[in-house]
C-alpha cells in the first residue's frame, strides 16, 4: 500500500489561491493514478481531480464544481502531485485527502478502486 502524505491546506480568503501537495516516500507515484478527494463536514467524500500516468498520457480531469479553477499535475522529480486551487470559494471548505489507484480503474464518482490514501488537509476559504 502507498503511504501518501498531503500539505498545503490552511486559511484562505474568498478568491484566493492555495497549492496542495501529494507526496509518497517510498513509491513512484508517476506509477499510479492519483486522484484529489475531498469531505466537507456533514457530506460524502467527493472526487475532484485525477491525473493519469505519465505512461498513460498524464490525462488530467475535473469535477464540474472546480473547471476552470483547480489544475493538477505533476512533478516526478520530486515525486510530487500538486492541486493548485485559484479562485477559491467558501463552498471548497474541506478536509482534502489525495489517492492512489494501481488499476487504472479509478474514477472521481466512486471511491471503489482508490486503494491508498492520505491522512488530509484542511482548506478553509472564508473572511
Known amino acids: 500500500q502507498v503511504q501518501l502524505v498531503e500539505s498545503g491546506g490552511g486559511l484562505v480568503q474568498p478568491g484566493g489561491s492555495l497549492r496542495l501537495s501529494c507526496t509518497a516516500s517510498?513509491?513512484?507515484?508517476?506509477?499510479?493514478?492519483i486522484g484529489w478527494f475531498r469531505q466537507a463536514p456533514g457530506k460524502e467524500r467527493e472526487g475532484v481531480s485525477g491525473?493519469?500516468?505519465?505512461?498513460?498520457?498524464?490525462?488530467?480531469y475535473y469535477a464540474d464544481s472546480v473547471k476552470g479553477r483547480f489544475t493538477i499535475s505533476r512533478d516526478n522529480a520530486k515525486n510530487t502531485v500538486y492541486l493548485q486551487m485559484n479562485s477559491l470559494k467558501p463552498e471548497d471548505t474541506a478536509v482534502y485527502y489525495c489517492?492512489?489507484?494501481?488499476?487504472?480503474?479509478?474514477?472521481?464518482?466512486?471511491?471503489?478502486?482508490?486503494?491508498?490514501w492520505g491522512q488530509g488537509t484542511q482548506v478553509t476559504v472564508s473572511s
Open positions: 491525473i493519469s500516468s505519465s505512461r498513460s498520457g498524464g490525462l488530467q
Open positions: 489517492a492512489a489507484d494501481q488499476t487504472g480503474r479509478g474514477r472521481l464518482q466512486s471511491l471503489q478502486f482508490w486503494g491508498s
Open positions: 517510498r513509491f513512484t507515484l508517476d506509477y499510479y493514478v
